[in-house]
């Protein structure tokens, strides 16, 4: 058994076979480096493969990845075929001890004991001069490995089982993919992503930072990465008035009485912070989420039907104990900002709620051009226990959710064990620049929150009836969105989002004061500008905004200024157009007005 890993979904295991039989092939030419190397784990991976050596006094380092490549090549032009045989556990305990094997050795003792190896008896495989423990499955021979369809990657330390009382091993990393042109365009889209990773560009572009004494998972925003915040804010808060929504502003912190009643403590308790003592050891917690706190402002009063749909909305901060292996950036925090809401409303009044929801989730993501994003419907597992045992209810929610989406016409894929623990959610899965797919954004049909806070309404013959809660958050927290943002757009922002939205270069000191009037006349109107004042020679200017990512320079000289024009340079675009100065200002106002998308080069300026 090369290592307890996961078995590949349909479609994938003939992928799944090739980075499994490349492992042995790679732990083969090893061994013919480093014949006293020992073996511990080989297995497959998302983009490849890895195996880990005990390399003892002899060490082996990335010098040597080129060397072990081509002995690789050398064994696959055998074609050997890959074959299967058994051994009882004594036997295979022997075979390993005359070999040195002592970490294969160990884990052949486990898998019997465990019952994981059927009957007792241990699988091999041999292709070639090479043997190892295994499963499979792997390829009928070596020969089958396509051309140039992985490469070496570097070289990690591990400790054996993951415990750092137990020795270190040497791992190797390996890309491998089902031909030369998928290897390729993958190590192109990584170079694209290690370029665009919004940790090196929010570090670049002074957008946020993370301090030690602070704590890991908590971001500063600085000045320039608060203007992303506030934009998206802003927008959101328009969108929202206009479909109806009314804002509401909670604390951040409630009693533990108010997230037993929500079940966040029994169901959610792992991922909150620890309880603060107050008030004579009455207990406080932080708010992983805003919904408990916004079914407070529904109870507050009397409802009547003819107040529903009732949508209250927040920009609200949580809280969550993210594991610190889990953390990353700003895409997975401890401290967060979200765009949240909750719709309370009748039966009849869901799907058009659920309607108005995705066509709001298309919008934004359409507007940013954030690309296609898949649908998935996420559902409880019956089996755990982390969801409300409630087996009708989650039924009838569940058929109801996966209705709306039909009704809609809406492609979506099914997840067991996805769902919130008080109902079923519809996710918004979009994919980073190396394909790996997120959740973004989230719609929650919520079947448990009215019965335990009380909510109900007055229907029209008088009843008090509980209403639908629907939860939802299509942009997400401010933190995963603009991580997303960042790392698409390589930091190059449009101008209605940009920190800086017009940088003013004068060509030299003595058009300062036309540039001064033209940034006093910006910064009237509530643009972001600022002027290039330095002593740094003019193309260094320049190469400083687009070093920048400023969407928008304006060149000014003696002929700027003797016709009161600018020389308008943008970002992403190679040529320049003067225009006069009230034209252009007009523009960047029309441009402001419409959050054009002018970061991608398709996007004219509005010159009229």
Known sequence: MCEECDKPQDGQEQLYRLRHSLAHIMAEAVL?????????????????????????????????LPEIEKRMELILRKNAPFERSEMPLAEALAWFEERGETYKAEYARELVETGKAGGGSLSFYTSGGFTDMCEGPHLERTGQVPRGCFKLDRISGSYWRGDEKRPMLTRIYALAFASKDELKDYIARRKLAMERDHRKLGDELDLFIQDADVGVGFPLWMPHGTVLRDELEKWAKEEEFLAGFQRVTTPSVARGALYLRSGHLPYYKDSMFPPMLVDENDEYYLRPMNCPHHHKVYAARPRSYRELPLRLAEYGNDFRYEKHGSLSGLLRVRAMTMNDAHIYCTPEQVEGEFHSVIQMYQKYYAHLRLGNFRVRLSLHDPDSDKFVADHNAWEQSETAVRQVLHNLGVAYEEERGEAAFYGPKVDIQIKNLMGREETVSTCQLDFVMAERFDLTYADRDGQRKRPYILHRAPLSTHERMISFLIEFYGGAFPTWMAPVQVRIVPVSADFAPYAAELQERLCGDFFRVETDDSEESFNKKIRNAVTRKIPNVWVVGAKEMEDRTVTWRRYCVKEQVTVAFDRAFDALKDMRAARAMDNFADTALPLG
């Open 32 to 64: 013919e480096l480093r014949p006293n190397a020992k073996l511990a784990f080989g297995p497959p991976v998302e983009f490849g493969f890895y195996y880990d050596f005990d390399f003892g006094g002899e060490p082996l380092g990335e010098a040597d």
